[in-house]
């Protein structure tokens, strides 16, 4: 499939014009961060369903709530460091507890922010998330599942957390392709070892991964797990009986996220032995991306090692 | 009001304070202080202004309360009952396991709750989100918020102060029930809060700020804001928001709690609520 050109973000921005033109009960929140996210476009065609709270996360997740209990489906979009660490309460109580409808979007994530380094980078945004009873939380892999996945939110009544890579990434997908919360994707078979990826970065070097270790003889199956609340736990452990070995990939620490909710599924099942790659109880820092993949254990090579290693 | 309005309204008031009283020592525990201290001002609210429907509390064209002080909510259950949202039985399960009447508000639980409160902060915020909702829909449906004083210190009050006044949310008008006192202490020992009421104005607020068990002046207050509301809608313009500082006493009229910073969560027994009550007269 042709590289995609189209950054991440212009395409959550035209999805929820999209979805705004026919529900006018989507609002899109920002907090000073609109030119980052890319929301303009929303903002141009439904002015007044827009909403710049400037520099005020926790109000922003607030009345985002305050809006969901009057009837909208708020998309409110920050720095994912920001809207998981800074506004986890506002998000906690107000949206989830409340059993409120609010869409988070947490940008940025992981090594994607490098220059902004380790005060904006989100390594256990994911962790955060997942201990919120209730909600879904996702991180699309291209254009076509961002286009699914923002418009299962959309329709999803209950509160719902996204991690958004803002720029281009390679298509997965062909348009049209139909995504859910809760359902993962295989995009290569193999027979000995199955990796499961999180993200656009990771799935990229986990599909790397398989082709290193094909060149060495090991058959690997890559799936691109999209919704890590609630878990494909159907496709995940039909890999692990079938391939025996299992490595999770992701862009976060390998503790709370991914890692932990399948270690916690084949702990439970004995369907494989597992390796995960991810941050190992570290902070992120500044640098390239590619600098940070190699820094911090997220490459291909690692990834293809850590599965020899089983 | 007429003289004959203010004394049944009086009568009212002393109805939820009764109740109020009653429901917690019926269970021996709880936030009396900062339940009692907002009891003229819900009676007020519920009986003079409040556009609601006991029959159907999800009416959309309702006006919503946020109680962001949630811990007060044994004070709104005893006036929602009153006014015929649920049963009255209902207030003698409060905080029991399964109960529909937990501590702090929860919009899931209770009719007539608009919005789950309970950490503290959260709810000036959500008051903001409804208002700016009910704008979208064209509804001139008000909402009212109550924050407490000790609530105040919390960073995200004014946050959402300066965006209710950015957003220019005119129908939404707000209390602070300053009582003077927080957990640990007297406000002004902990955290003090200074120029309350100048705080508000210089955030872009329209305020007020009366004795909070005088019902004529909240009431006066209120109408004002809803005439601002009003002027400010026939101008084409959104208005301001409103701050209505209550000066209140903690624990109002119960002997054995009022005036004390011990009453923000205290322990008492049945026969000492059914004194309380009687004391009401």
Redesign the interface.
Known sequence: MANQTKEMRAVYAETLVELGATNRNI?LLEADLMKATGTGPFQAAYP??A?N??V?E??M????????????I?FAATFGCFASRRAF??FF??CA???LNVKLVGTDPGVSAAFNGGTHMPFEDLALMRAVPGIAVLEPSDAASLRGLVSAAAERRGSVYIRLHRKAVPDLYPAGEKFEIGKAKLLREGKDVALVALGALMVGEALKAAELLAKDGVSASVIDALSLKPLDAELVLREARRCGKFVTVENHQASGGLGSAVAELLAETGAARLARVGVRDEFGEVGTQDYLMERFGLTASHIAAAAKAL | MTKEELASLEARAKEIRAKTIDAIGFLGVGHIGGALSIVELLAVLYYRHLKHDPSNPAWEGRDRLVLSKGHAGPALYATLALRGFFPAEWLHTLNKGGTNLPSHCDRNKTPGIDMTTGSLGQGLSAACGLALANRLDGRDSFTFAVIGDGESNEGQNWEAALFAAQQRLGRLVAFTDYNKMQIDGKTDEILGLGALEEKWAAFGWETARVDGHDMAAIDAAVEAAKARAAAAAAAGTGGKPTMIVLDTVKGKGAKFCEGSVGSHNMAFDYETAKKAIAELG
């Open positions: 609002v007044e369903r909403f709270v400037g005020a926790a109000n997740v607030g009345v985002a709530a305050g809006l969901s209990a009057g009837g909208k708020p309460d506002q109580v107000s507890y409340a059993r």
